[in-house]
C-alpha cells in the first residue's frame, strides 16, 4: 500500500491532488501545529490577470500552539458568502463555475465550527467527483506519537503501509532525519511538474492556482487529464 500524507489545506492547489491520485490512501496530517496564514487556511484564485487569496479567517487569540484539528473559524466574519461571490465574479466567463461552486456552497454551509470540518470534506469531494480512489485517514484517528520522520513512519506502520510518497517540500527534514531511508518503507518524492490547462480568461497562464482554477475552467470530466 503506497501512502501519502499532508497537513489539511483550503481548495488547495493541483498538484496537492496529484499526490491524492498516485497514492491508495492520503493522510491529513491534523494533529501538528497549526500555522497562521498558511495553506492550511488560504489559497489563490484567479483574479484581474493575476491572482488573489482567499483566506479562512480563524481565532488564534489566546491558543497561538493549537493542532490544526483544534482550530475554529471565526464565526462573527462573514468570509463564506464572500468566498462563493469573488469565485463567482472571477470566473464568470468561464464554463464550469457552478461545478465548482456547487462543492464549495455544500462545504461551506456545514454547520461546523473546526476549520478542518470545512478543508477536508472539500477535498475528499473534489477528488471523488474528479474521479479517484484514494481512501482519507486523519492522522488524529489513528492516535500515533512522534515528531518529523518519526511520525511519518509511525503513521505509515499504523496503516500497514510499504511505500511512502512526500512531497519535495519535506526532503530536508526527511533527509536531516535519516529514518525513513533506513526503515523498511520504501521513499519515493513526487517530483510534480505543474501542466499548462485552458485558462479562458487569463491573458497569460497564472500558475499555481487553486484547484478551482482548474475546474472552473475545464470541468470535473476533464480536470483529471491536467493534474
Known amino acids: 500500500m503506497k501512502i501519502a500524507i499532508m497537513q489539511p489545506a483550503y481548495i488547495p492547489w493541483i498538484g496537492y491532488f496529484d499526490l491524492i491520485q498516485r497514492v491508495d490512501t492520503f493522510v491529513f496530517l491534523d494533529d501538528t501545529q497549526f500555522e497562521k496564514q498558511s495553506w492550511q487556511q488560504r489559497n489563490r484564485i484567479w483574479h484581474n490577470g493575476d491572482y488573489r487569496y482567499l483566506t479562512i479567517p480563524v481565532i488564534t487569540k489566546g491558543n497561538h500552539f493549537a493542532n490544526i484539528m483544534d482550530v475554529e ?14 469565485i463567482e465574479q472571477s ?7 457552478k461545478e465548482i461552486l456547487s462543492v464549495l456552497e455544500s462545504a461551506l454551509c456545514l454547520e461546523c465550527t473546526k476549520l478542518v470540518d470545512i478543508t477536508i470534506p472539500i477535498i475528499q469531494t473534489i477528488s471523488n467527483r474528479i474521479g479517484f480512489n484514494t481512501k482519507f485517514v486523519r492522522s488524529s484517528e489513528l492516535a500515533v506519537s512522534g515528531k518529523r520522520s518519526q511520525k511519518l513512519v509511525n503513521i505509515i506502520n499504523a496503516l500497514g503501509g510499504k511505500y511512502y510518497l512526500s512531497p519535495n517540500g519535506a526532503k530536508g527534514y526527511i533527509d536531516e532525519d535519516c529514518l525513513l531511508p533506513t526503515s523498511e518503507i520504501c521513499l519515493e518524492y513526487q517530483n510534480y511538474s505543474l501542466k499548462d490547462y485552458p485558462q479562458k480568461i487569463a491573458g497569460s497562464f497564472v500558475p499555481y492556482l487553486s484547484i478551482v482554477d482548474l475546474v472552473a475552467n475545464v470541468g470535473f470530466e476533464r480536470a483529471k487529464q491536467y493534474i
Do not use: E, I, M
Open 91 to 97: 470566473y464568470a466567463q468561464c464554463s464550469h463555475t
Open 73 to 86: 473559524f471565526d464565526p462573527t466574519k462573514k468570509w463564506s458568502k464572500k468566498h462563493l461571490l469573488t
